[in-house]
C-alpha cells in the first residue's frame, strides 16, 4: 500500500487492489481525470461577433457590456478577492468558474460593485441533469433581470432573442442556425461551450413571502441570448499513451462526460480513445438521453459498444454500469461529485479524485487517486494485476511443497510405517515456506508485461491451467527423487550402522526437500516466463529472503540436530541435496515446453462428467 501511496494511489479497501487487476473496462471522466482542469476561455461570441482577442472590450456596446458583468458576477459560485496591498487577484470557484470570472474581469468587470449594487431574489443551483443554473436579481432601478449560465446548445434552445452589436434585441430565429454551427465548430476543437442569457421580469410576479420564494420556479424561457464562449481544458500530459497501454492491455476505456457530444468526440480523439473518426458514430458514441431512454435489455446490447457518453448526468453512469455488468464486465469508474456516489458504489471498484472529489464520493470509492490523473489510474491497473499474479505464485509454490511433502509421507506411511519427514521438519518446512515463501513472492514488484497479457475474467479460475501444470511437474519430480532415496537411500550410503544410515536417509530426504523448494521459488515467479531470473535483482527482498532461507538450514542441520532430529552432514552430501534441488531449473524449463488448454481444468472435468453420464443414461 505504501509503494501504491508513491504511485498516488490510495487503498481504502484491500480486496480492490486485486479486483483491479481484473478489470475490463474504465468509465472515466473528462474534466479533471484526461484534462488538466485548468480552464481558460479562448473564443467569444457576443451576438453575431466573435472577439479576437476573446476579451476585447472595446467593441463591445456598453449595455450588453453591462448586462455580461452582471450575469457573471451574480450568477456564480466562485469569488473574486483583491488584495488591498495591491497583490496577485485570486479567483475561487470550479475550474469552470474561474475561467468565466478571470474573462470578465479581463473584460473590466468590478466584481464587488456589482454584487453591492443589485440584491440577489433566488437562486437556482447549477443542476447536472439540466446542465444549468440561474439567478433572480434585483437591480439599483428595482428592475429584476434574470440570469441564466449553463450548456450552450440547452440554454440557446430556451432563447428567443439575441443581443446585437449594437446592445439592441433581435429575433433568433434566424439565427440558430448560425449560433448551433459556431458551437459545434468550437466543440470540434474540444472546447466546452457555455452560453451566458438573461431576461427581464416583474418584481410584483415574485413571491413576497418566503416559504413560496423558496417553491418558485425561476423563467427559464423567452430568454435573450448576450454571449457564448468556449474554454479549452487541455489534455493532460501522458494520457494518450495511458490509454493506448489500457488498450494493449485489454482494458476498454470509455470517457462519460457532461460535455456535449462534439466536445467529448474531440477530446476523445485527442487522448486515443476514439481511434478515428470514423470511430465516431452511434453506438459508439451517445448521447446519455438517448442511453436513458433505452430498455433494460437494450441498454445491455448498446452498453458494450459504447465508447464515450457525452451529455451524461450520474443516472446515466449508474445505468451504464449497472448494463456493463450484467453483461460480465469487471467495471471500475472514475468519479469526484456527491452524485457519483451511487456509480462508485455499483462498480466493482470505484476511484474517487483527491483533489476535485466530494467526501461523499470518496466515502463511497475503493481507492483514492490522490493527482485526479488518468495515468495514476493505468498503476493501479498494474498493481493490482501485480497483486493477482503474486498471490497465483504464492498459491502455486504452496500447492507444490504441501503435495509434495504429503505425497512422500503418505506413501511411506503406508508401505513401512515410518515418516521421513516428522512434525518438527514439517512444522519448520511451514515456517520458512509459508512465512518467507509468502514475503518473498508477494513482494515481486508490478512489471511492464503484466499489462501485455488480457485481464482475468469474472468467472476465471485462480489456479489456471499454467499453474497445475508447473505444481505437477514439480511435486512429481520432488515425490519420485525422495522416495527413491526413502526406499533405496540405505543401500546407497552404506554407513557404520544401520542406525546412523536411517538417520543420516531422513536427514538427507529433509534437507533436499527444502533446497527444492527453495530453488523452485525462482520458478514460482515466473509460471509462464522461460527465464525465471528476469529481473529478479530489483527485488533485493526476494534476493534476501532466499539467503535467509539457505542459511537458516544450514544452521538446522548442522547445529540444531537434536531439535529438528537430524545429523551434520558431509560435503558430497550437501552437495548432492543441492544439486537435486538445482535441477527444478532445467526441469522448469522443460514443463514449460507442455502445451495446457485454455479451457479451465474444472470446466473439462465437469464437461466429461456429464458427457460420461449422458453416455450411461443412454
Keep these: 500500500m505504501r509503494k501504491m501511496m508513491a504511485d498516488k494511489a490510495l487503498v481504502r479497501r484491500l480486496s480492490a487492489c486485486e479486483t483491479m487487476g481484473s ?15 485548468q480552464m481558460t476561455v479562448v473564443e467569444t461570441y457576443v451576438g453575431r461577433k466573435k472577439l479576437d482577442p476573446p476579451d476585447d472590450s472595446s467593441k463591445l456596446h456598453p449595455e450588453v457590456l453591462s448586462l455580461i458583468n452582471e450575469g457573471i458576477a451574480q450568477n456564480t459560485t466562485g469569488n473574486i478577492f483583491v488584495p488591498k496591498d495591491g497583490g496577485e487577484t485570486e479567483v475561487s470557484g470550479s475550474p469552470t468558474e474561474k475561467a468565466i470570472l478571470s474573462w470578465a474581469m479581463k473584460l473590466g468587470m468590478n466584481f ?19 446542465k444549468r443554473g440561474g439567478v433572480a436579481v434585483k ?48 466543440a470540434t476543437q474540444s472546447l466546452r461551450c457555455v452560453a451566458i442569457a438573461y431576461r427581464s421580469y416583474e ?63 474531440a477530446i476523445a480523439l485527442e487522448c486515443g480513445i476514439l481511434v478515428s473518426l470514423e470511430d465516431a458514430v452511434e453506438p459508439n458514441i451517445i448521447e446519455g438521453k438517448t442511453f436513458r431512454q433505452l430498455s433494460e435489455m437494450e441498454r445491455e446490447q448498446v452498453a458494450k459498444k459504447i465508447t464515450v457518453m457525452g451529455r451524461s448526468s450520474p443516472n446515466d453512469k449508474l445505468l451504464l ?33 483527491g483533489i476535485q472529489g466530494t467526501e461523499v464520493a470518496k466515502e463511497s470509492s475503493d481507492i483514492i487517486i490522490l493527482d485526479d490523473n488518468f495515468a495514476s489510474v493505468v498503476k493501479v491497473v498494474r498493481w493490482g494485476r501485480s497483486v493477482y499474479a503474486n498471490i497465483q505464485k504464492f498459491i502455486q509454490f504452496q500447492l507444490t511443497v504441501n503435495v509434495a511433502a504429503l505425497c512422500i509421507n503418505v506413501v511411506a506411511a503406508v508401505s513401512s510405517g515410518e515418516v521421513p519427514l516428522n512434525a518438527v521438519q514439517l512444522l519448520w518446512v511451514n515456517l520458512i515456506m509459508d512465512t518467507l515463501g509468502a514475503l518473498a513472492l508477494a513482494t515481486e514488484p508490478p512489471t511492464d508485461s503484466l499489462m501485455n497479457r488480457s485481464p482475468v475474467g469474472r468467472r476465471e479460475p485462480l489456479i489456471t491451467n499454467v499453474m497445475w501444470r ?43 526437500f527444502v533446497m527444492c523448494q527453495i530453488f523452485n521459488e525462482f520458478n514460482a ?11 529478479v535483482t530489483k527485488n533485493r527482498l526476494f534476493v534476501g529472503i532466499v539467503g535467509v532461507t539457505f542459511i537458516l538450514q544450514i544452521l538446522i542441520i548442522e547445529f540444531l540436530g537434536k531439535f529438528a532430529t537430524t545429523v551434520r552432514l558431509n560435503s558430497k552430501q550437501w552437495l548432492a541435496c543441492v544439486c537435486i534441488g538445482l535441477f527444478s531449473w532445467p526441469l522448469a524449463i522443460i514443463g514449460k515446453l507442455i502445451p495446457v488448454s485454455k479451457t479451465p481444468l474444472s470446466r473439462t472435468v465437469v464437461k466429461a462428467f456429464r458427457r460420461l453420464k449422458k453416455t450411461r443414461t443412454e
Design 23 to 37: 478489470a475490463t473496462t474504465i468509465c472515466s471522466d473528462k474534466t479533471g481525470t484526461l484534462t488538466l482542469n
Design 112 to 130: 464587488e460593485l456589482i454584487r453591492s449594487s443589485s440584491k440577489v431574489l433566488h437562486v437556482f443551483p447549477f443542476n447536472s441533469e439540466k
Design 139 to 186: 437591480r439599483a432601478d428595482s428592475g429584476v433581470h434574470i440570469h441564466w449560465k449553463g450548456a450552450a446548445e440547452i440554454v440557446l434552445g430556451t432563447c428567443t432573442q439575441y443581443i446585437d452589436s449594437n446592445g439592441h434585441p433581435q429575433s433568433i430565429e434566424e439565427e440558430k442556425a448560425f449560433f448551433k454551427k459556431a458551437i459545434d465548430d468550437m
Design 203 to 265: 418584481f410584483d410576479k415574485i413571491p413576497s413571502k418566503e416559504e413560496d420564494l423558496d417553491q418558485w420556479t425561476l423563467p427559464e424561457h423567452e430568454l435573450v441570448l448576450l454571449a457564448i464562449v468556449g474554454i479549452k481544458d487541455p489534455c493532460r500530459p501522458g494520457v494518450k499513451d495511458a490509454v493506448r497501454l489500457c488498450t494493449e492491455a485489454g482494458v476498454k476505456v470509455r470517457m462519460v462526460t457532461g460535455d456535449n457530444l462534439q466536445t467529448a468526440k
Design 321 to 353: 454500469v449497472q448494463a456493463l455488468r450484467k453483461e460480465g464486465e469487471v467495471v471500475a469508474v472514475t468519479g469526484d461529485g456527491t452524485n457519483d456516489a451511487p456509480a462508485l458504489h455499483e462498480a466493482d471498484i470505484g476511484l474517487s479524485m
Design 470 to 512: 508447473n505444481l505437477f511437474v514439480q511435486a512429481f519430480y520432488q515425490v519420485i527423487v525422495l522416495l527413491v532415496l526413502n526406499f533405496g537411500g540405505e543401500s546407497i550410503l552404506r554407513q557404520d550402522t544401520r542406525t546412523h544410515t536411517l538417520e543420516v536417509k531422513n536427514t538427507i530426504i529433509f534437507n533436499t
Design 525 to 535: 515467479r515466473k509460471p509462464e516466463g522461460m527465464n525465471v531470473f528476469k529481473g
